[in-house]
């Protein structure tokens, strides 16, 4: 369980990376478009409504393989002085508060998608449902769950953690 929870997070992240390499490439092109309208030529239409749903999908992609590889920020001042049962628990108790969080953002995503899905609403420019937005982003955010479980029992003990990344192709 342990590698499939890993090469997941891990592929999350290059589609992540996919999604805002394809936002970054729209945005120029619209960019370019505008400087370019005595030519003819114009913003992508839209160009907003894509960036956002597109960076949300993003965020949710690579949020995953950042908990599970301690990637988010940490300020450390007082962390070393700390004695190391206390930074265990310190650690393990922060990653049930982020279960909590991620489950609770996930849920809420899920009745918003529902909401959304129900009354019809759509996009001003491009017209396409606001709920397809939160459908995308939705997957990872519910991987997501799986993942801050993992994490969390990571820390207990009771699942191995990830340290032999070799077999999936990763490291630190």
Partial sequence: MNILIYRLSRMLTWVGGAVLTVIALMSVTSIVG????????????????????GTALAVFCFLP??????????????????????QRLLSTVSDLLMLGVWSLLTWRMAVSMDDYHGNGEVTFILQFPVWWGYAASLVPAAFGCLVYAWRLLEDLGLARPGDDLGAIGGGH
């Fill in 65 to 86: 393989w950042a908990h599970l590889r301690h990637g988010h920020a940490v300020v450390d001042l007082l962390w070393s002085h700390y004695p190391p049962a206390l």
């Fill in 34 to 53: 505008r400087a370019l309208s005595f030519t003819g030529l114009g913003p992508v239409p839209g160009d907003f409504e894509l960036v956002e749903a």
